[in-house]
């Protein structure tokens, strides 16, 4: 309520604040709680403040992107969305409860996946079964259904055998199924990655560099399967990336980090247009 008198504000008026995540969301999402909200988020190491007042907002099937600078803090924040590190100050709300505490299995099992900068895959393991270690979320194999191979236990593995077919599938990968991960090669390491983390059916999936190391057309290719995941699955994406092509293409909204802070946020458009983004992308080439 808006008034220019002076009259003594009611308590429920002083207990009003102004959220700090200023989030644009797509209308698509405008009825349903955001999927991931960050408050005032930071972590410091030692002398050093890696992230600051990190405040975002996510809708539930936006796709949003994180860039900046090398070093500016992207890799760093999905650190502690998923709990690899404790934050030093602040709050995540993964739809709308607070994950202070938790472990990053816990936090994942609450909704949250990831993928890696640098890939991490079970080497020495088939295709089929990296992504069954994604699915033991939600598969009930009992210890003992498994050392005596019951009928109960053969029940859990059709399916889960099944469902890592189906999800390889996204990707065109399932005739790939027996495959040893580390034979694969690179573009479609990083693919798997994808369907490992799809497999814990999480609310929002993180992607760090998805398209590190692909060539274009791997990227395009990228391109559309992010989209018709996100489709598909109805959840939310937020993904770093240095393939601008690939943020402004697929992108809703895009957060800038640059040291630690968030700079600008927006549509690509408004980014693209933005002096501020402009300059930390040109400061930092020249420091190359
Ligand atoms: N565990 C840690 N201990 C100390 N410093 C760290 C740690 N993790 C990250 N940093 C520092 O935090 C800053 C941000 O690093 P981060 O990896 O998040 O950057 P980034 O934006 O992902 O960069 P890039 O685009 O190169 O991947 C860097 O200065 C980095 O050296
Ligand atoms: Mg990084």
Redesign the pocket.
């Known amino acids: 309520m808006m008034s220019d008198t002076n009259e003594k504000k009611t308590a429920s008026e002083s207990n009003i604040v102004n959220l700090p995540s200023d989030t644009i969301i797509n209308k698509r999402d405008m009825d349903k709680p955001l999927v991931l909200e960050t408050r005032h988020l930071g972590i410091d190491?030692?002398g050093?403040t890696?992230v600051d007042e990190f405040n975002i907002g996510v809708g539930a099937t936006e796709i949003m992107g994180l860039i900046?600078?090398?070093?500016?803090?992207?890799?760093?924040?999905f650190?502690l969305l998923t709990k690899v590190?404790q934050p030093t100050r602040g709050t995540i709300l993964l739809c709308g409860k607070d994950t202070h505490g938790m472990t990053p299995a816990a936090v994942n099992e609450a909704g949250i996946a990831r993928t890696f900068?640098n890939i991490r895959l079970f080497d020495k393991l088939t295709v089929e079964e990296n992504v069954k270690i994604g699915l033991h979320n939600h598969i009930n194999y009992s210890m003992m259904s498994g050392i005596f191979r019951l009928p109960s236990y053969w029940k859990e593995e059709k399916k889960a055998h099944e469902k890592a077919l189906e999800l390889l599938d996204i990707f065109g990968m399932a005739d790939q199924a027996d495959v040893q991960a580390d034979s694969l090669p690179y573009g479609a390491q990083r693919r798997l990655e994808i369907v490992r983390a799809l497999a814990t059916e999480p609310k929002i999936l993180l992607l760090d560099?998805p398209a590190a190391g692909m060539n274009p057309s791997e990227t395009e290719e990228l391109m559309e399967n992010i989209r018709k995941i996100r489709d598909e699955f109805g959840i939310a994406v937020m993904l770093?990336e240095?393939d601008m092509k690939l943020v402004m293409g697929i992108c809703e909204t895009i957060a800038v980090?640059n040291f630690?802070r968030i700079i600008a946020k927006g549509t690509p458009v408004e980014i693209q247009n933005n002096p501020q983004v402009i300059e930390a992308y040109l400061g930092s080439k020249k420091d190359e």
């Open positions: 190491f030692g050093l890696a900046g600078p090398n070093g500016a803090g992207k890799t760093t924040i650190n590190y900068q560099e770093i240095h980090l630690g």
